[in-house]
């Protein structure tokens, strides 16, 4: 079935740092690929996405580009800050018959150090 | 516009209680996805309702059932508590068409003793 693989961490980095977190899925067909962001405490929110191959997904200085080829979407960071702290999560978008779901990776949690 | 909100924020039950959630939805969107996140397991569809309708759901037991009124919140129920139920339930709402991005709330911490 469909599923989604991430790096599970957890990633320490010191601030201004370079952030790569690698996620890979499995699907039938070509879905939708999301990043999120649970800050702690709350629900999660949406970082950024990318509907068909080669769409290159941005949002505050996150990046991710979907890769077909590879079957990826891995997420990039120039350089992260403290209020980066998180955990990120990748997830895939199915849909069939008005229904939707989203299938997430088991989450990386990133803590960045001033 | 008011986000998705979920009550209670923590619940506090023993095995074999019941305990119903409840999620309303961001005004105007009609699909309502609940999920459940553990350490161990960590994020899993439960079920999606839209205009009072399930029209999926996870693969989770009996126990767990949900409803959704005419005005679009939702609960969710589980009945006969085990200890693996205790987790963060997460609502989302999306406005119901194709592709509509979903929007979570900030989700019910259940523990169950």
């Known amino acids: 079935g469909d599923s989604v693989t991430q790096m599970e961490g957890p990633v320490t980095l010191s601030e201004e740092a370079f952030l790569t977190i690698n996620c890979t899925y499995t699907a039938t067909g070509y879905p939708s690929l999301f990043w999120y962001v649970q800050y702690p405490g709350e629900g999660l929110q949406l970082l950024l996405k990318a509907t068909k191959a080669d769409d290159k997904g941005s949002n505050k200085g996150f990046e991710a580009t979907y890769r077909k080829e590879t079957t990826s979407f891995h997420l990039e960071k120039g350089s992260v800050q403290v209020s980066d702290s998180a955990v990120y999560f990748c997830a895939l978008r199915i849909s069939q018959g008005g229904s939707e779901k989203l299938v997430f990776g088991k989450g990386t949690k990133l803590t960045v150090n001033p | 516009k008011a986000g998705v909100t979920q009550t209670p924020r923590y619940l506090i039950k023993t095995r074999g209680q019941q305990v119903t959630l409840s999620c309303s939805p961001i005004s105007g969107h009609r699909s309502v996805s609940w999920y459940q996140q553990t350490p161990g397991q960590g994020l899993q569809f439960l079920f999606e309702?839209?205009?009072?309708?399930?029209?999926n759901k996870g693969n989770f037991p009996g126990r767990f059932s949900g409803r959704q009124f005419s005005n679009s919140r939702s609960e969710m129920n589980v009945s006969t508590l085990e200890l693996g139920d205790s987790a963060l339930y997460l609502c989302?709402?999306?406005?119901?068409?194709?592709?509509?991005?979903?929007?979570f709330g900030p989700g019910t911490r259940l523990t169950v003793l």
């Open positions: 309702y839209f205009s009072e309708t399930q029209r």
């Open positions: 989302a709402s999306r406005a119901g068409s194709t592709n509509n991005e979903q929007f």
